[in-house]
């Protein structure tokens, strides 16, 4: 298949294969323009960073330059496949206008500097502010983007040096529920399934998550054993015709922010037929009688009245559930920003308890992550959580911390769990936090309400510090812009959503004055004279061989154990933990195999929230409730949404990806064969409403919730009526000045979006919002070039 058909043809050619089978292998490359593979000078190890499935494939270099990615074969992620964005976005790494020198603020206008001047003017203000009022009005904002060494040396530096509880991870946006919900129900994070579960499932359940745009090498093996002998049965839940729905034995399309209704309602139906495992449950779970107790009311009917599904499609979907042997289970956006979002998630590891479907072949929970390397931000407590899924509340796990780090527990300790980015945020806007570092983020399209976050990130009582690749639009408020090296230019390690780590070496060198993220926070850490007890500086190492290392000691007996891992082993492929020394791949294949769970009140990461309002329980409630650690079944009653529509705003908005783009498209925008694919933003919504607001596929509409309206061309498909969906790619860098908001373009769905967290992962939820739509005249578009085709959909589904 040529490569521009990649584009077009996102999943490749067939390799089907039976249920139990290997999965065949297939290489994808891409090559620059007249390149053959023997041109290559040298291949060098990596995996994508651009989602979270962590695909493997060397780097080609030549002349010191990128030049390609070929796929690796051995890798058990991939087998060799790459998906569209890994093809071809390693072309934006050598763009133009990468940021190679750091830039100053002076008169209101960025200039570029050097890097003394733009490190001694953070650490000055650092220095102050730690001398007036102390290490809380200092805060750090991360990203699932960097390497493991780069997130444990930011931790270490925060928690331990400067000594605030704030720093979290935009880890927060995408997979604080994922964690939440693994917390809540095995007492720790980490990812009881993986994905060779896949190749043994008779039925796959996929839950507000669109696989086959956002994993779609992940997929392709799905696919591929949708066209082997044998092959499983889909259930998708997703109120939109997704590619995963289109494959479907049994598709769901509930009303947005009513995935506990209809968990509830599955779970009743499960229950109701004797489709659990009770020796299973006896032995191995606590909490079993509530969760009866709630989902009682949950007929199908009910369930149908209030998720708008037929009653029949729930029976469907709950036999599907119910009568197979080998379940694996997948979870993500769908569920992590939507309304209740724990509450769902951890219905979906109910379905797996009740039904003893943990720790077998094929039998496996896919809390997903999406971002490359959040894995890592959680794990190495560069998030909300401490290092090595240590838990906050345990005094005990702090002081193990202080003694890891040789700093005075007091450092460490706080009243409160450490803060989550959007607390981060309203400290800023009150003033209380003075510094805010980002790093690897682009909150001023990330994040909700934009105008309110342009508003927080541009105060004069806020110093900002934006470290990144390219002068984004949060970059464009900050005092001071920090040049970071890219993907392909450091080394590191990470993690992806199944636990296997990869290692990615420095293919080429970074441009201009660009640093790594590791060396500039070592820069900090040394201008800052931060010190241990002993007088040594902290941290004590100077390069990635030094972080990972002290990582490997942090990590050692705690469930994501690294001790048995290292640069030379990972150079030959990605490897799973846990993996202590001596472990084989078989040991670190399943999590919970042995129904032992990492929940002991001693050991657990987390004592647990209530699910509905979020209130943290405390040791003495854990240790009734749980006290032989074993797994729980947490029940959560249904609660309606906080923004249903209403009459002046009737539908339900909701906001995601398309498999073309990464993000804010800071690589993919910048890579000519995705950005054609989708140029522009769109919004998606029935044919029932378009009709009744007078719109035809193609018209340019104006979308507006009780915050802001945007502007975008109309897609009319086969989303279920009442719903609108705004892929949020689309902010400002590449529209010309004119054209930003407050002026004729608004563009982002996160202006519509609202600030409202999940009460126990405090993740905001960018999928729950009431909006209106209205056509625009066309007067007023004449001078708007169309979108081309439709933008961002494949032409074929891959079948
Ligand atoms: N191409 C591409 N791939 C990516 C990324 C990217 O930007 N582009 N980003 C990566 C990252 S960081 C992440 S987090 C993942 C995200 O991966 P996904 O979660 O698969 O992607 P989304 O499009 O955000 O949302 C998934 C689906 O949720 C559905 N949905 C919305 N509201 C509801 C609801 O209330 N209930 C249910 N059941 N479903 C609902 C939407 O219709 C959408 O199809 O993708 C990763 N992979
Ligand atoms: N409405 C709506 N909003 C959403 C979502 C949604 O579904 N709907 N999804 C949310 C989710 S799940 C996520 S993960 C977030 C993602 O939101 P962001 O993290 O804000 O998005 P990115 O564009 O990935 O930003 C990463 C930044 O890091 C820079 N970068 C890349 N590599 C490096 C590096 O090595 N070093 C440094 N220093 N910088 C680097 C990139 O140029 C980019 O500016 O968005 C969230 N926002
Ligand atoms: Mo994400």
């Given amino acids: ?272 037929h004797g489709w659990i495992d009770r020796d299973y449950i006896a032995a191995h779970t606590v909490g079993f009688e509530e969760l009866a107790a709630t989902v009682a009311e949950w007929t199908p009917e009910r369930g149908a009245a209030v998720c708008g599904v037929p009653a029949e499609d729930i029976r469907r979907a709950a036999c599907l559930l119910g009568t197979t042997r080998r379940l694996v289970s997948t979870v993500l956006q769908g569920f992590y920003q939507s309304h209740q979002a724990t509450a769902a998630a951890v219905q979906v590891n109910n379905t797996h308890l009740v039904r003893g479907m943990l720790g077998r072949p094929g039998c496996g929970v896919l809390q997903m992550n999406g971002q490359p390397t959040a894995q890592n931000t959680r794990e190495c407590g560069a998030d909300g959580d401490l290092p090595g899924f240590r838990n906050w509340a345990n005094d005990d796990h702090v002081a193990e911390l202080a003694r890891l780090w040789n700093v005075e527990p007091g450092v460490l300790a706080h009243d409160g769990p450490p803060t989550h980015a959007m607390r981060i945020m309203e400290l800023a806007e009150s003033g209380e936090l003075g510094l805010l570092w980002i790093s690897a983020t682009n909150p001023a399209v990330s994040l909700p309400e934009l105008s309110r976050i342009r508003r927080i990130l541009a105060r004069d009582s806020l110093f900002l510090v934006v470290q990144d690749i390219f002068l984004t639009e949060t970059a464009a408020l900050a005092d001071v812009v920090l040049p970071a090296a890219a993907w392909g230019e450091k080394t590191g390690t990470f993690t992806n959503a199944d636990r296997t780590v990869h290692l990615s070496e420095r293919a080429v060198e970074p441009p201009g004055q660009a640093r790594s993220d590791l060396a500039i926070f070592l820069d900090f850490a040394r201008r800052m004279d931060l010190r241990d007890r002993d007088g040594d500086p902290l941290p004590p190492w100077d390069d990635e061989h030094g972080a990972f290392a002290a990582w490997q000691r942090c990590s050692a007996g705690r469930p994501c154990d690294y001790t048995g891992l290292d640069y030379a082993q990972l150079r030959r492929g990605g490897r799973q933990w846990p993996r202590r020394a001596g472990y084989g791949d078989e040991e670190a294949e399943r999590l919970y195999a042995d129904g032992a769970f990492f929940a002991r009140p001693d050991d657990c990461e987390s004592y647990g929230k209530d699910l509905v309002t979020g209130e943290p329980w405390d040791e003495k409630r854990y240790r009734e409730v749980n006290p032989d650690g074993r797994a729980m079944i947490k029940a959560a009653p249904y609660v309606r949404s906080p923004e249903p529509p209403s009459p002046d705003y009737p539908l339900a908005l909701i906001t995601g990806r398309t498999i073309y783009h990464f993000h804010t498209r800071t690589k993919t925008g910048r890579t000519p064969q995705l950005q054609d694919a989708a140029p522009d933003v769109w919004v998606e919504l029935a044919e029932a409403d378009a009709r009744a607001a007078g719109i035809r596929d193609g018209d340019l509409v104006e979308v507006a919730t009780p915050r802001a309206a945007l502007r975008a061309r109309a897609q009319v498909t086969g989303i279920r009526p009442g719903v609108v969906f705004v892929p949020f790619h689309y902010g400002y860098w590449d529209l010309p000045d004119a054209d930003v908001p407050g002026a004729a373009r608004t563009r982002a769905a996160n202006e519509l979006t609202r600030t409202e967290v999940d009460p126990a992962s405090k993740q905001p939820l960018f999928k729950t919002a009431a909006a209106r739509i209205r056509r625009v005249d066309d007067a007023h578009t004449a001078a708007r070039p169309a979108a081309r085709g439709r933008a961002g959909v494949p032409q074929v589904t891959g079948a």
């Fill in 1 to 272: 298949m040529s490569d521009r058909s990649r584009i077009r043809f996102p999943w490749g050619v067939r390799t089907p294969y039976g249920r139990g089978d290997v999965w065949p292998a297939r290489v994808d490359t891409n090559l620059a323009d007249g390149l053959a593979p023997e041109d290559v000078e040298r291949w060098v190890p990596s995996a994508s960073v651009l989602h979270s499935n962590g695909d493997a494939f060397d780097i080609g270099v030549r002349g010191g330059r990128i030049v390609g990615v070929r796929g690796r074969a051995g890798d058990r992620v991939n087998r060799g496949r790459l998906d569209p964005k890994d093809l071809y976005a390693w072309r934006a790494t050598a763009s133009a206008d990468r940021l190679t020198t750091p830039l100053l603020r002076v008169d209101g206008q960025l200039v570029p500097c050097d890097w003394d001047a733009a490190m001694e003017r953070i650490t000055r203000r650092a220095k102050e502010l730690l001398a007036e009022t102390g290490p809380e009005s200092i805060g750090f904002y991360t990203s699932g983007q960097l390497f493991l060494e780069e997130y444990y040396t930011l931790a270490v530096t925060a928690r331990g040096g400067i000594g605030t509880n704030h720093l979290d991870g935009n880890t927060r946006l995408c997979t604080a529920t994922a964690a939440e919900s693994l917390k809540e129900s095995f007492g720790c994070d980490g990812q009881p399934g993986t994905y060779t579960d896949i190749d043994h499932a008779d039925v796959i359940a996929l839950y507000g998550h669109n696989v086959a745009e956002t994993q779609s090498v992940l997929w392709e093996r799905i696919l591929d054993r949708l066209a082997g002998p044998r092959p499983p049965a889909l259930l998708c839940v997703d109120p939109r015709p997704t590619p995963v729905a289109r494959h479907a034995t049994v598709h769901l399309a509930p009303i947005p922010g009513t995935n506990v209704a209809l968990m509830n309602t599955l779970l009743r139906e499960l229950l109701e």
